[in-house]
Each structure stands twice: as C-alpha cells, then as structure tokens.
C-alpha cells in the first residue's frame, strides 16, 4: 500500500514553516515504522508498546513544547502537529505523550519549586522517569471538586489517603502527580510510586484504549516529604490549568486518528468493486467521503488557528473546549463512517477504522467528557453556568 500523506485538501501545509513541516514528517514517519506494525499486537494483548519509548524520549517528543531543563521548546503548532501524527498511529501513544508531557510535566514546569524541576523535568523529558495524573476518582470524574483524597500534614511528612481511578500511565509510573484536597484547599503532590503505603492496580476489560495503561491508584496512609508538595498550585484551578494544555493537544490528536481513517476508506473505496465499479464511483459513497474530507479540513483549521492564539498568548480554556469538543466528536463521526465505507472487512484488525472508533469513545470521555465542553462553552456565550446546582 502506497504510504500515508496526509490530508490536506485546503493546502494548509503552505501555512506551515519549515521547521513545522520537518517535525510533522519524522513523527509521521515514526508512526509508519514503529508503531503502526506493533499495535495490533498490544491492541489485542491490552499493553501499552513499551518498546517505543525511549526513541519518543530520544526523538524529544515528551514534553516537546516546554522550554528549559534540556526541553525542546518547540512552538505550539509543531506540537500539535507532533499529537496528530502520535494519533494517527494510536490513541493510546497519543495518550501516553499528553500525560507525561501536558499533564505531568507541565504541572511541574509551571507549579514546581526549581529544585522539583531540576530533579524531575530532564529525566521525565528521555523518558527515563514515567509520570502519571491522578485526579479523577471512582466518584469524582466530571467534577474532580468532590474529591475525597486527602493530604494531611504530620510533622516533615504529608500523609495522603484515597482512590483516584482510571488514571493513564498508572501501573508504568515511577512519579505519580496526586492532587488532594488539604485544609487550605486542593494542592498537587508529587509522589514516588515506589512511597509507602502507594498500590497501583491495572484496570482490565477495556473495550477502548487497549494499547494504554489504565491504572487505580490506592494510597494508604501514604508518606511523602513535606517538600513533594506543588508550591505555586493552589485550588481546582491547578489541575484545570494542566488540563488545558492537554486538551489543546487532544484537539491536533483527534485530526490524525479521523485522518488515519480517511485515508484508509479512501483507499479502500477506490479498489472495492461492487456491481462491476469501484464502491467510490457510486453517489452514497461519495457524499459519506466528501463529509469526511470536509469535517477533517475543518477541524484542521480550528487547530491552526488556535495554535495562532496560544503562540500568542492569548488562547482562552473555552476556546480549547470548544475545539476538542468539536474535533473528537468528528474524529468518532469520521471512524465511524470509514468503518461503513470498509463493510464486513471494518470490523477486522487488518484495518485501523474501528480500532480509532473505540478508542476515541475514550477521548470523548476524558479531559473533559463532549457534555461538560458544551457547558464550558455555554457558559462562557451565554454567562450562565448549568453545572450543578
Ligand atoms: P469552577 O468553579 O468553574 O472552577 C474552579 C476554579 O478553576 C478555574 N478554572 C480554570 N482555570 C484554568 N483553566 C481552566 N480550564 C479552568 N476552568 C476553571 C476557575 O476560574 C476557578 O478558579 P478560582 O480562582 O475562582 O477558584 O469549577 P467547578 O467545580 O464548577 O467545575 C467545573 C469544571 C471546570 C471542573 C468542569 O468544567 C470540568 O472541566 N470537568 C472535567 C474534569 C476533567 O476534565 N478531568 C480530566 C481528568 S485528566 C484526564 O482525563 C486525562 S486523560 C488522558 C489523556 O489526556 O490522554
Ligand atoms: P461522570 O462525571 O460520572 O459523567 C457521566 C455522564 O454524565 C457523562 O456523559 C457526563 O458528560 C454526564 N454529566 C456529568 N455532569 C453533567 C452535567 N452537569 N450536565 C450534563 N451531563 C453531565 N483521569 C485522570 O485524572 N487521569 C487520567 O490519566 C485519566 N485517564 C483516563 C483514561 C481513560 C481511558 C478514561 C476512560 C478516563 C480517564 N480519566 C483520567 C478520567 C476521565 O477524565 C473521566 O472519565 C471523565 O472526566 C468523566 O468522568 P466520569 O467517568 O466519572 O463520568
């Protein structure tokens, strides 16, 4: 089969410099040569491809957009452009990335003490130390204020006590980024998984994500050094401020995988012959691709523009909402519908359309769930908040 080029039906790669361009073309050209031919494997196993980590912490794609500490500093469309390609491969390499860079990394780069940095960012950067976020508990998802972990301050220790729940990276962590409600309110710790009273436990019978590690974190009476705590995170609007810059990535992320699906169904239209004529020459299927194609270049111009904005400074969390909101909800329209155009042969793992359907499930439930970046939007046009009470 010919190799993947993307899809780029409005020329978007014109508005793209040379440097964008190059990091574009090696991770896709990663993607092709290391991960696509391993992650059947782990789709069917339930493991995350272990083996490709320290060439992505070689390659400099762990925390790829943060300055400092040997980081790339890359600009945030080059690392969008890095997300895309990650997903156009799996989900759940994609995942991986987002957690240990935009979650686990920058919560230190932006809250951390520079001893924190020093000690943590270069060796998280090679992949060296695996990092995880544990916010979300058994019954705390979509609103992480009702939180129940707690930390407790005794002596030079912090105690820290509670579940978090599906918790990516979890059972691979050597640092795991707990964020607990204290008597001044929610902060973030840092935590050596190796701490006592720490348990990870693998979370099994995944529909979706299978090729990532999905964890349960128990802590127990949990001791950490007084000094592991996040200095400069205070309240909900720490783990937020992470989140944003997860989500950012996550709306480049969800292009690649809808992409990867395109291409594919395109491919395959072309060369299914039904009635005595490629399945592409007929109308239906037709008007399936060109929704496909548009919904795509769409999207890709929402990111694009909003890299503009966050390379400018200026980018709002509604603004990210709305884009991740928007383009996983196509990428899951768009697997879909590839799906379709490939018949019975969609339903196997000879192709890629339903693996990226189950898996985006996933993305349209984490980070924020479709119906929480409505109301995130909602808010924001109308100036009336309709969560809760
Ligand atoms: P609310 O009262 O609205 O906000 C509390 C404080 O936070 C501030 N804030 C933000 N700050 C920065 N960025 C944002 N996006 C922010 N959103 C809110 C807000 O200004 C306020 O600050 P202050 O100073 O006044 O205290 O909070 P609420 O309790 O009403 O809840 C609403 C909220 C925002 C929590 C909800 O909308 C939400 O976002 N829920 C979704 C939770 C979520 O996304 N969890 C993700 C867990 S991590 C994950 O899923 C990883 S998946 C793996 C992968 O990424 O690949
Ligand atoms: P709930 O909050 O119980 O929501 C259930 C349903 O109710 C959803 O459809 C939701 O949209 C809807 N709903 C809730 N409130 C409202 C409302 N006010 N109005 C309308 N509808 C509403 N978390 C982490 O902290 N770290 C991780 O690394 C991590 N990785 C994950 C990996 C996977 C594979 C998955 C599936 C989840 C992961 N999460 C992680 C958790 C994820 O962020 C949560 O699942 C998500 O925030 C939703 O929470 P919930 O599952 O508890 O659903």
């Excluded at 390659?59 to 990650?86: K, R």
Aim: charged fraction near 20%; proline fraction near 4%; charge should be negative.
């Amino acid at each position: 089969m010919a190799a993947f080029e993307g899809v780029d039906y409005y020329a978007l790669d014109e508005l793209l410099n040379d440097e964008q361009k190059l990091v574009r073309d090696t991770v896709r050209e990663f993607v092709t040569d290391q991960i696509l031919p391993i992650i059947n494997e782990h789709q069917r196993e339930g493991t995350f491809p272990e083996e490709a980590l320290p060439v992505m912490g070689e390659m400099g794609l762990l925390g790829a957009n943060l300055e400092g500490y040997g980081l790339p500093g890359l600009d945030n469309i080059s690392y969008g452009l890095i997300l895309q390609e990650l997903e156009r491969g799996d989900s759940g390499v994609r995942s991986f990335v987002s957690v240990q860079g935009a979650l686990c990394m920058y919560s230190i780069w932006r809250f951390g003490s520079e001893a924190q940095k020093e000690q943590w960012l270069p060796a998280m950067g090679s992949g060296d130390v695996i990092a995880c976020f544990g916010l979300t508990e058994p019954d705390a998802g979509s609103d992480p204020g009702a939180m129940r972990t707690r930390a407790e301050r005794d002596g030079d220790e912090w105690v820290l006590n509670g579940v978090k729940y599906w918790i990516t990276n979890g059972n691979m962590a050597q640092l795991a980024i707990v964020w607990a409600k204290t008597e001044d309110g929610i902060r973030g710790f840092l935590v050596p998984t190796d701490s006592p009273g720490f348990t990870a436990n693998k979370v099994t019978g995944k529909y979706s994500l299978r090729a990532s590690d999905t964890a349960e974190l128990v802590l127990q009476g949990c001791r950490i050094p007084a000094a592991n705590m996040l200095p400069d995170a205070e309240g909900l609007k720490g783990p937020l401020t992470c989140l944003n810059q997860a989500r950012y990535g996550i709306a480049w992320g969800a292009v690649g995988a809808a992409m990867a699906c395109y291409d594919e169904a395109l491919r395959y239209a072309k060369n299914r012959i039904a009635f005595g004529r490629p399945i592409a020459a007929t109308q239906l299927m037709q008007e399936l691709l060109v929704e496909c194609v548009t919904e795509i270049t769409k999207a890709q111009l929402m990111c694009l523009r909003l890299g503009q904005l966050k390379e400018a400074g200026t980018v709002t969390p509604q603004q990210i909402s709305m884009a991740k909101r928007n383009n996983v909800r196509m990428a899951l329209n768009t697997a879909r519908t590839c799906r379709e155009i490939l018949g019975g042969n969609g339903i196997l793992d000879d192709y890629q359309s339903f693996r990226h359907m189950v898996n985006l499930e996933s993305v349209y439930t984490y980070e924020g769930t479709h119906q929480i970046h409505t109301l995130i939007v909602g808010h924001d046009i109308t100036g009336y908040s309709a969560f809760g009470e």
